[in-house]
């Protein structure tokens, strides 16, 4: 066991390494494209703006709707879920490499004593939940985008939306094999979590729901800074980001990866990379403004000492 403790610190800091350089890289070219990204804010179009955040905050409620369905405990929707699904994005939109993710146990133990393994096992069925919601929406943008790409490349995007669609199966099937070839103490362990694969219907329609504001907020912050983006193309370009997001490696304020999903996704939609990256810094800076906007609504939410003791 000692010889892989050197590797797995060797990665760790070559994914603090990545993450940090990551930032620093689009602080930089941030301010060559100064000009060009302060001249698409300047011309914003603040109707689709603050349509864009109103999409994201719908997206919001049902991720603390969503909360209150998979817990076990019953999590009130206001001010616990809601406050717990504010402070979630903003530290994992944040938080370089991942760390903000992984908080949601924590935050869900302070805001009203809920267990660790609770905490933990809402966390992975909201990811479970996420990666086969997005497998349909996948299936969807690479059935119905006019944009001509190859078949090839439909093909493969399809391939990948089914196997993210049917991954609640294929994790139900890995936990219980796991839970029949392991000792009983393990097997208790694996048992708490088994729950997270069985995936209910109207779980997945609050997941669906999530995507689809996620998409809604995606295509009104492109047509608000000039880039006239149609709504099936903004689904095709969220499955593009959420492929990025899977990396380990994230700068702080989802620096890189935001970015590099756009261009890509953009470069398929046929616009020039050039073009992309002034888009993809200034949408950046407009859903930036969304993120704090979260911060700043936790901070209003409080226990009513009457109804919550």
């Known amino acids: ?25 689009i602080t930089a070219i941030a301010f060559v494209k100064s000009d060009s990204v302060i001249e698409s804010l300047k011309n914003i179009d603040i109707y689709w703006a603050v349509a ?23 999590l009130q929707l206001w001010p616990d879920a809601v406050k717990a ?17 992984l ?10 004593n809920t267990s660790w393994i609770e905490g933990g096992r809402i966390l992975i069925k909201s990811r479970i939940l996420d990666v086969s919601s997005m497998g349909i929406l996948m299936i969807c943008a690479a059935a119905l985008t006019q944009v001509r790409i190859s078949l ?15 991954s609640p199966l294929i994790i139900s099937w890995l936990i219980s094999s796991g839970s029949r070839n392991s000792s009983s103490a393990f097997r208790n362990i694996i048992l708490k979590f088994e729950t ?10 609050q997941s669906l729901g999530i995507w689809m504001a996620i998409g809604g907020c995606l295509f009104c912050a492109a047509r608000a800074v000039g880039l006239s983006l149609g709504l099936g193309d903004a689904f095709f370009l969220i499955s593009v980001q959420l492929l990025f997001q899977l990396i380990p490696i994230q700068g702080f304020a989802n620096a890189g990866n935001h970015e590099g999903s756009w261009i890509a996704a953009l470069s398929i939609l046929g616009i020039p990379s050039s073009s992309g990256l002034v888009f993809a810094l200034a949408t950046h800076a407009l859903v930036f403004v969304y993120v704090v906007s979260l ?3 936790s901070l209003f939410i409080r226990r009513h000492p009457t109804l919550y003791g």
């Not at 066991?1 to 890289?25: E, I």
Request: charged share 15%.
């Open 103 to 112: 908080m949601l146990p924590a935050i869900l133990k302070s805001m009203n």
């Open 295 to 297: 911060g700043v609504v």
């Open 196 to 205: 997270v694969s069985a995936i209910k219907r109207h779980e997945l329609v």
């Open 1 to 25: 066991m000692r010889p892989a403790q050197p590797n797995l610190l060797s990665r760790k800091h070559l994914s603090v390494f990545a993450s940090f350089l990551l930032a620093g890289m």
């Open 152 to 166: 090839t490349l439909r093909l493969g995007w399809m391939g990948v939306g089914i196997a993210m669609m049917i």
């Open 52 to 74: 864009g955040l109103g999409c994201y905050w719908i997206n919001y409620l049902f991720r603390s709707m969503r909360f209150c369905t998979i817990s076990e405990n019953r």
């Open 85 to 101: 699904t504010c402070l979630h994005g903003l530290a994992t939109y944040m938080l370089p490499f991942r760390a903000g993710d």
